[in-house]
């Protein structure tokens, strides 16, 4: 049985269908693999093609979480330590599944995390146009968070200009 676990556990394969958003009432389920799709065609969208390093980063991001879940939002700023504990279980996932992400710039980290925040916010906005009510906080919270990371680096018309054409964020 632990032969078939420690497999599971080194499968990207299997990384890329943990479930999204299992803490919070969603129409759609979404896996991991979907948002780091969507992130890494969101960070090429706004910002042009990066380097292969920052697309790798994007694709695998959240993979560790094959071992440590999908930690709702609101829990790792509620819980103390948390945050931490989470960060270490997601390391300790991405070196079972023999994922080393690369290092990038503090530039390239600030955007893929504002790419990172608009997918989410997508995401809401897609669930609130299905007729999903208890999406709006997952819409508010990720599109204030983006826009601060973007204003910090000059770039909030970037993310503003990606919201007004048609499609995205709808």
């Keep these: 049985?632990?032969?078939?676990?420690?497999?599971?556990?080194?499968?990207?394969?299997?990384?890329?269908?943990?479930?999204?958003?299992?803490?919070?009432?969603?129409?759609?389920?979404?896996?991991?693999?979907?948002?780091?799709?969507?992130?890494?065609?969101i960070y090429v969208s706004i910002f042009g093609l990066p380097r292969?390093?920052?697309l790798y980063y994007a694709l695998n991001h959240d993979a560790g979480e094959l071992l440590a879940g999908d930690v709702p939002f609101g829990g790792k700023d509620k819980v103390p330590g948390l945050r931490e504990a989470v960060t270490q279980a997601e390391?300790?996932?991405?070196?079972?599944?023999?994922?080393?992400?690369?290092?990038?710039?503090?530039?390239?980290?600030?955007?893929?995390?504002?790419?990172?925040?608009?997918?989410?916010?997508?995401?809401?906005?897609?669930?609130?146009?299905?007729?999903n009510k208890l999406a709006s906080p997952i819409t508010q919270a990720t599109l204030e968070a983006a826009l601060q990371c973007a204003e910090k680096i000059g770039m909030l018309f970037l993310i503003q200009e990606w919201l007004e054409q048609p499609g995205n964020a709808l």
């Design 91 to 131: 390391a300790i996932g991405h070196k079972m599944l023999g994922i080393t992400l690369p290092e990038l710039t503090d530039l390239e980290r600030i955007k893929l995390k504002i790419a990172d925040l608009l997918e989410m916010h997508e995401f809401g906005r897609i669930e609130e146009l299905m007729g």
């Design 52 to 54: 292969a390093e920052v």
């Design 1 to 41: 049985m632990s032969n078939l676990r420690d497999k599971i556990y080194s499968s990207q394969a299997a990384a890329a269908r943990v479930i999204r958003y299992h803490g919070w009432m969603v129409l759609h389920t979404q896996t991991v693999g979907e948002h780091c799709a969507r992130v890494a065609n």
